[in-house]
Structures are given as C-alpha cells and as structure tokens.
C-alpha cells in the first residue's frame, strides 16, 4: 500500500464520489443545525437526517461528505487505545432513494482495493445474520466465503434514531492486520475473525442499508424509498494505509504531539528505565506519559474546531462538555510538568494544519486562544479546591473504615471538578484504597444516556412532513392574503388520554411557545392530534396552503393574528414551523373551522413593523460588532421581537463604555445613510462567494435568501426587514452583559421602542427625584427643602 497523508486520503474519497455523480457536500458545524436534540453533531448523516425522513424536498439524491464529528461517549478510553478520539473526521456517501446494496457495495469495495490501495486479500466484511442479498453480492465481488462473517443484531444493525424511524442491516469493511495483533489465544483457536475483541480486524467502512421504518412496538415495515448511509473514520484509514500502530501516530495529529513535546521538553516514544527524560526530571518516560500526550492533543482539536463553530465553554449543555475538555487536558497536562496555562500556545499551530480544509479556522485564531487561556486560567484556580476535595473523599472514606472509594464519589469528582476517573484512581491507590471501577461506570452510563437519546426522532414532526405537505410563504411582500386549510390540529391535556374531540374546549393559550405538536406550557401538558373541524372555545393548530404569517426563525418571533371567514375567527397566538410547515397556533373565538375552508389570513400590522425594525437593526449591530471587535465575533443566538433585540455573541470580555457609544453611533451611522435593503435567493456555494455571514445553529438547504445593506452587512437570513435602513430611525443599545463564559450579550431597541424606552427611563429618574425630595422634606423639613 502507498503511504498517502491524511490530506490525501480525505481528497480521495471526494473525488471518487464527485466522479460516481455524488454531490460533494460541505462539513457543517459541530453544532447541529436546527436539531435541539443533539449536543453534537455526531455522524455525517446528521446534517441529512431530514432526507432520510422524507421530511424535506432533496436538492439531491447522492451525496458524499468529509464532516467533522465530536463523540465524549467513550472519553474515558481515549488516549489508551489505538483509534478513539473525542473529535474525528467522518468519510461518508449517502444515497436518499437513488442506488440500494449493489451500488454501495461496488463502490466501497472499488475505492479501498483501486483507490485507496488496501490488499483485496486482507479485506474481510460482515453481514447482518439474515442478509443473504449482501453475502451474495459480496461474494460476486470477489470476497470469499471464508472472508465474510454473520453478525447479530448488536454489530450489523443500525437503528432506528430513537424508539422509532428508519434502520437496516448494515455491512462493514475490516482489514486484516495480522495474526500478531490478536489476542493470547487468536493464533490457536483458529476462530479470530471480525467480531473478536482482539486488534487483529480493524473496521474501517460500515455501510447501512436503511430498509425498514421501526414503530415503537419493534416491528418492522419496508420503507417506501431506501436509502445509504456509509461511515469511514478518516484517521482509521489513514491508520491502516500510514502502516501505523495508532491513530495517534498518523500524519497530522504525530504533529501535534510534536508541538507538544517541544514544548514540554519530554519526548513522547517510551524510554527505557533508567533514561532521564529532560533534563532537572528523573522520572523517566511512562506509558502514563503517553496517553497525557495522546489526550492533551485529541482535546486540543475538539476544543478548537467547537470553539470555532461558535460553541464556547460554558456551565451548561454543550459548553460545559467543551469545559470538561479543557479540564481534562489541563489535568493530563500535569502529567507532562505544565503547571501554568499552556494548551492556548499551540493554537496557531494546530490551525495551520487544518486551515487548508477549515479556512475560518485562521479567522478565529486569536479568539480561540484567548477563550481557551482564560479557560485554563480559571481551572487552575479551582483546581486545588479539587485536590482538596479529592483529599476529604479519601480522609472520609478512610474514617468510614471503608477500603473502596466509592464510584459516586469519583463521578462527583469527574462531573464537577472534571478530574478523568483514572487519576482520580491513580490518586486514591497511592492513599492505600481501592477504587470502584464498576459503581463509576454505572453513573457514567447514567451520564450517557442523555447522548442516547439524543438521536430520538419526533413522530409527529416527520407526519408534518410526510402527509401535510409544505406551506407556501408569501409574508415578505404582505401582511393579508388568502388560503385554504389542509389540516386541523385540536389541543388536549395529555392528563386526559381519553378526551373526546367532542367535549375539548379547553382554556386558551396566552403566551404558547411550542417547538413542535406536543409541548408544556404553563397551564399544563398538551398534545395536538389531527382533526377535521376546530369550534367555538378550542384551542388548536390550523396548517394553510399558503399564509403570509412569518413563523419563529433566525431569533425572529412568530407573526400573531387572526384568521377570518365570516364569522368564523381564529385568533392566531404563535407562528411555528415544522419540516417546511408553517403551523398557526391560537383559539376559535367564533364559528367553526373545518379542512378545504378559504380563510383571509391577516398578520397584526404594527407588530410586523416593529419586528422588522428590531431585526434589521439586529444586522447592523453584527456588522458594527464585526468591524469594531474583529472577525471572530460570531452570533451565538438572538431574539428579535416587538419590543427589543437581544443579540449574543463570542468574545472574550466585557465591552467598555467607549466601544458600546462606538458601536450604536456605527449602527445610527449607517441607518442614517438611508441604504437600500436588497435581498437575494442564492444557490448556496454562490450565496457563500459573496462573504454573507451564516448563524451557526441554522439549517441551510440548497438555495438561501440573502439580505444585503449597503456595504456595511450581508448576512444568510429568511426573516421580514425594511426595505431602507432609515425606516428603522435609531438605534439604542439598553444593556451588555454576558450569559456566560466567552460570550457577551447585548439587549437593544430600534424606532418606536426607542422614544418608549427614554420616555420610562426618564419617568423612573422623574420618580426617583421625587422620592428623595419627599425623603429630604421628611428629613430637614418643609423648610429646608431643597428641590
């Protein structure tokens, strides 16, 4: 085999979908896009998961990528074995409809053997227990019988997403790396073959074939358009072609380590006894020492690549995993004798490796690194109360008369304090104790399950998409149209699972704020199931044709109104959107609603109004933050109603009082400048030539409305914005402040909501005056008054 780099191998794989008629789609962020379900973006099929449903119209029917993927299932291992990392990149083809089996298996076998350069001879597969079709198509490749292994359900079936969807079969390529690999007793059982625990078989391509929809009984039905779903870790086929022992010791994360050893001065390749490592250390090199270089260099990528997609350390969610990693890092560093910060130094290394693939990576370097400094530089100030804490576990163990330390504590210690489990165990044996092994994965596995189920699927959601069709949105030009109604949704409390449609005239909803057709809100638990008619007192969901009402997205709130025939009203109280339909959430005042009906739809005028002020106004705020502060502020969330904009952002501290009268004179500036907003439907690779800003955490299709003022903003944006900055008249910014480490948020107003907040600003001091003067009166007498 041709030992090919990393880089090599990655272009490769592209270029030989791009050939087989594959669109080559771009990695998307680590943040998944519009699914609140996942912490990280997993898998390559993620950024597809809506093709897979049916949910979505598809752009196309194949696909390939190389997406980054961050998994922490496994963090305790990483670092030990030879192919778990935290972050890895994820080779990957897919098929929505288009070729089954055959195809994907001819391609597989045809770009390891003639493209990637693997000895057909040392290729074995598995196939799922019943899968005769994929043994028969495999061996008509070539393989032989000998090569092919049955597995069961735990090893060849993936799927479904959840208690219910789309799964298959699935079969998966390993190399044969060499009888010396295995276990003690591989050589003389005979029986070693894909599937043993040895090292001996490496998987390097799984192929699923997703088939069937799983309902939450279990039992399978054949779905109506197959799909493909593949998986090949890059750093694992680099592994096998590089001729290596660890993933470790590929190409570019070698490079890493390298960055590392020449900083620390300690080589990384065990020594043997007796060889001091460095010079003033006596202690020589251990394997101890390798894994902390192993661990400092996977966390170092994982926390730089998230860093740069935007999501920063935090105490919650995904943030905290990112701090965890930090942590731990920190921790292993110690191992290494880095007692000061130390993984911000090599950011600007790191990223010249990546940055010929990841190009914003160089654009956020310097911010990257200051989040990352300021990280260490507050775990280390924690990090003797964990020491500390450690010490009164062990003491009060010990004064327990109790010879384990107990595996709650050690998660205690590694969820709070992120000390990895196997120090704490290094620290607690030299105390003379044992050390729980099996109660501390049982609190792990607990932690676990929240990333299980993660991948869980909204049923209803995908029936939004599946039978209710998408709606047509014509809010952008007007705020009254007509459309017909194609389906009804009644609400009922999920207390009362045998309310009929009949007798469910259930209070209304004042302030609903549902993500899908389920939800708790603050009267309680509701869930919403198709009806024909909606009457006089229910609550409910109408889906219209077409409607001009702007449903929740991009920070924008949903449009509020009526819907009218007659005198048949429906007081529309939220806008939502589900898979391309736009759902109309609100009461019956009058009349009846029924399937097939013409309704006038009328969106409420001057709360439009103010939305669009506030969220062109939220524009120019990115902009003027962008051109003041630098090119790593990125949008970490917004809100945009009413009555004010709230804007979040990355940025390492807090802003002065001369940067916050900078940026709102930068944004009055350019609204008194009158520029035209133009906006643009772009094919998405054109969209990004033209420098438009994308919001992280939004999902892009295939072509994307572009809103551009002026030469001061361009941004990726579906919502309502005026059509000249001027409309807006002034810009005023409330309050900056930060709603967690490495982000800043800033709370504005625009046009009316401007006048409104000096005229109760000035009322608050008006006030505030006169009750000091009747303190004063009351104090110095009446006499003595000096207001």
């Known amino acids: 085999m041709k030992r090919q780099s990393v880089a090599e191998i990655r272009e490769i794989f592209l270029n030989y979908f791009k050939d087989k008629a594959h669109s080559v789609v771009s990695s998307s962020s680590l943040l998944p896009a519009g699914d609140p379900t996942l912490l990280f973006t997993t898998a390559g099929m993620v950024q597809f998961k809506p093709f897979f449903t049916g949910a979505v119209e598809l752009p196309y029917t194949r696909a390939a990528s190389c997406q980054k993927c961050l998994r922490t299932t496994d963090l305790e291992v990483v670092g030990k074995t030879e192919r778990h990392c935290t972050f890895f990149e994820m080779l990957g083809n897919f098929s929505f409809g288009d070729y089954f089996k055959e195809e994907a298996i001819t391609y597989a076998l045809d770009c390891s053997i003639n493209h990637f350069g693997f000895d057909k001879d040392k290729i074995w597969v598995t196939v799922y227990t019943d899968d005769d079709e994929a043994e028969k198509i495999w061996l008509s490749k070539g393989i032989p019988k000998d090569r092919i292994t049955r597995l069961g359900k735990k090893d060849n079936f993936w799927g479904p997403a959840g208690d219910s969807g789309a799964c298959g079969p699935c079969s998966e390529l390993y190399l044969d790396r060499g009888i010396e690999k295995g276990g003690p007793n591989c050589a003389t059982s005979g029986t070693c073959r894909p599937g043993?625990?040895?090292?001996?078989?490496?998987?390097?391509?799984?192929?699923?074939?997703?088939?069937?929809?799983?309902?939450?009984?279990?039992?399978?039905?054949?779905?109506?358009?197959?799909?493909?779903?593949?998986?090949?870790?890059?750093?694992?086929?680099?592994?096998?072609?590089?001729?290596?022992?660890?993933?470790?010791?590929?190409?570019?994360?070698?490079?890493?380590?390298?960055?590392?050893?020449?900083?620390?001065?300690?080589?990384?390749?065990?020594?043997?006894?007796?060889?001091?490592?460095?010079?003033?250390?006596t202690k020589p090199i251990t394997d101890n020492r390798k894994?902390?270089?192993?661990?400092?260099?996977?966390?170092?990528?994982?926390?730089?690549?998230?860093?740069?997609?935007?999501?920063?350390?935090?105490?919650?969610?995904?943030?905290?995993?990112?701090?965890?990693?930090?942590?731990?890092?920190?921790?292993?560093?110690?191992?290494?004798?880095?007692?000061?910060?130390?993984?911000?130094?090599?950011?600007?290394?790191?990223?010249?490796?990546?940055?010929?693939?990841?190009?914003?990576?160089?654009?956020?370097?310097?911010?990257?690194?200051?989040?990352?400094?300021?990280?260490?530089?507050?775990?280390?100030?924690t990090l003797e109360l964990g020491l500390e804490k450690i010490e009164f576990l062990v003491q009060k163990t010990k004064s327990a008369g109790k010879p384990i330390f107990s595996g709650a504590d050690a998660f205690l210690l590694y969820g709070t304090y992120g000390f990895p489990a196997e120090m704490t165990e290094e620290i607690v044996l030299e105390q003379g104790l044992g050390f729980d092994k099996e109660g501390f994965q049982e609190e792990l596995e607990k932690d676990r399950q929240v990333s299980r189920e993660s991948w869980k699927v909204n049923k209803i959601s995908l029936m939004t998409g599946q039978e209710t069709g998408k709606t047509e949105f014509l809010g952008y030009s007007s705020v009254l149209?007509?459309?017909?109604?194609?389906?009804?949704?009644?609400?009922?409390?999920?207390?009362?699972?045998?309310?009929?449609?009949?007798?469910?005239?259930?209070?209304?909803?004042?302030?609903?704020?549902?993500?899908?057709?389920?939800?708790?809100?603050?009267?309680?638990?509701?869930?919403?199931?198709?009806?024909?008619?909606?009457?006089?007192?229910?609550?409910?969901?109408?889906?219209?044709?077409?409607?001009?009402?702007?449903?929740?997205?991009?920070?924008?709130?949903?449009?509020?109104?009526?819907?009218?025939?007659?005198?048949?009203?429906?007081?529309?109280?939220?806008?939502?959107?589900?898979?391309?339909?736009?759902?109309?959430?609100?009461?019956?005042?009058?009349?009846?609603?029924?399937?097939?009906?013409e309704l006038e739809a009328e969106v409420e005028a001057t709360r439009r109004e103010r939305l669009r002020f506030h969220h062109s106004g939220t524009h120019l705020l990115n902009g003027a933050l962008r051109t003041l502060l630098g090119d790593h502020v990125l949008q970490k969330g917004s809100v945009v109603s009413p009555e004010y904009l709230r804007f979040d952002f990355s940025h390492p501290s807090s802003l002065t009082s001369e940067e916050i009268r900078k940026i709102e004179s930068w944004v009055n500036e350019s609204i008194r400048k009158d520029f035209q907003v133009e906006t643009k439907e772009l094919g998405i690779d054109d969209a990004k030539k033209t420098g438009a800003i994308a919001t992280f955490g939004e999902k892009y299709g295939d072509r994307v409305r572009v809103v551009e003022m002026g030469d001061v903003s361009v941004e990726f944006c579906g919502g309502t914005h005026v059509s000249h900055t001027g409309e807006i008249g002034y810009f005023f910014i409330k309050k900056e402040s930060s709603p967690g480490a490495g982000n800043r948020r800033i709370e504005a107003v625009c046009g009316p909501a401007v006048i409104e907040t000096f005229q109760n600003r000035f009322a608050e001091l008006t006030e505030s005056v006169q009750n000091l003067n009747l303190k004063i009166k009351s104090e110095l007498g009446e006499e003595e008054k000096i207001f």
């Not at 001729?243 to 990384?268: A, M, N, Q, W």
């Not at 259930?506 to 909606?534: A, H, V």
């Open 481 to 597: 149209e007509k459309g017909n109604i194609t389906h009804l949704f009644y609400r009922f409390s999920r207390s009362s699972d045998s309310i009929s449609q009949k007798d469910s005239k259930l209070p209304p909803i004042e302030q609903p704020e549902l993500r899908s057709l389920g939800n708790k809100d603050e009267m309680g638990s509701y869930d919403y199931k198709p009806s024909s008619t909606l009457k006089e007192g229910q609550s409910g969901v109408i889906v219209l044709n077409k409607t001009p009402f702007y449903p929740e997205g991009g920070g924008q709130v949903g449009d509020t109104g009526f819907l009218r025939q007659g005198k048949n009203v429906f007081k529309v109280l939220d806008t939502q959107k589900e898979n391309d339909v736009i759902l109309h959430f609100g009461e019956v005042l009058s009349g009846e609603f029924s399937v097939a009906q």
């Open 196 to 281: 043993c625990d040895c090292d001996r078989f490496l998987e390097f391509w799984n192929i699923v074939f997703n088939q069937f929809n799983q309902d939450t009984e279990g039992n399978l039905q054949p779905l109506k358009q197959t799909g493909i779903d593949t998986g090949s870790g890059l750093e694992r086929v680099a592994l096998l072609l590089q001729g290596v022992d660890s993933v470790y010791d590929t190409d570019e994360l070698r490079k890493i380590i390298s960055f590392y050893e020449e900083l620390s001065g300690i080589p990384y390749e065990t020594i043997s006894s007796g060889v001091q490592a460095r010079r003033n250390d």
């Open 291 to 381: 894994t902390a270089f192993r661990v400092v260099t996977d966390h170092i990528r994982s926390v730089l690549f998230s860093i740069g997609d935007g999501i920063y350390p935090d105490r919650t969610g995904r943030g905290y995993v990112i701090r965890r990693l930090i942590r731990r890092a920190t921790l292993f560093g110690r191992k290494l004798n880095f007692r000061e910060p130390f993984l911000y130094k090599l950011v600007d290394k790191v990223v010249e490796i990546y940055k010929p693939r990841y190009p914003e990576l160089g654009k956020n370097a310097s911010a990257i690194a200051k989040t990352i400094l300021a990280e260490e530089e507050l775990f280390l100030k």
